[in-house]
């Protein structure tokens, strides 16, 4: 089984910045594309940005130039760095990973979600 595991949520300042972290355990034989999406209440899960095994990126338009994600392959780890954040970005925020097992079985796995709140 794999796990997904992040941490670096909080309460931050309009302004402020906050490094979110995720880190992918278990039976693993590669990881593809990871990534990083956010859910308001009340509002549907979206795609904060993601990151392919070999470093292409994809931002949504609302973080570009703010916010960065990277990934560390040996330590199958992947990193959002927030900066500028605003009230907008108050949300869960829930890490992606796409898969493939020892068996070449490919899936999507999703971490437990960690709470990013920008106060104003």
Known sequence: QV??????GGLVQAGGSLRLSC???GIIFSIN???WYRQAPGKQRELVA???D???TNYADSVKGRFTISRDNV????YLQMNSLKPEDTAAYYCNANVQSVTFRIRDYWGQGTRV???S
């Open 23 to 25: 880190a992918a355990s």
């Open 117 to 119: 709140t920008v106060s």
């Open 54 to 56: 070999v470093g292409i």
């Open 50 to 52: 993601t990151i392919t």
């Open 75 to 78: 330590k199958r780890t992947v």
């Open 3 to 8: 796990q997904l595991v992040e941490s670096g």
């Open 33 to 35: 594309t990871m990534g």
